[in-house]
């Protein structure tokens, strides 16, 4: 008998070799990607959250909100966001 151990991602999942990350020195007056599931868990959380994170860093909000807490944001609309924003928040079921 011969067990077989295979990689669950496989290739055609694997991403793009992408270039390092640069931080950022201060999130003040920056781009802020709001990535939220609307998990049920977190719709009295998230909006809170949200208003504080922009009132304490005063930052251009770029959102993505789902309807779906359990499926993923499509690929597209990661890589749409992440052109606009120079850091995010991501909130539960995103």
């Known amino acids: 008998m011969v067990i077989r151990v295979l990689d669950p991602i496989a290739d055609i ?10 931080g950022i020195e201060s999130l003040h007056g920056k781009r802020v990607g709001l990535l939220w599931g609307r998990h049920a868990a977190s719709v009295k959380f998230w909006p809170a959250f949200e208003d504080v994170v922009l009132k304490k860093f005063s930052g251009e909000p770029v959102r993505l909100y789902k309807n779906s807490s359990w499926n993923p ?4 609309d990661i890589e749409e966001l ?8 991501v909130g539960v079921g995103a």
Do not use: Q, S, T, V
């Open 82 to 89: 992440a052109g606009k924003i120079d850091y995010a928040f």
């Open 13 to 22: 999942n694997k991403p793009a070799e992408r270039k390092p990350l640069k």
């Open 73 to 76: 944001a499509p690929a597209k």
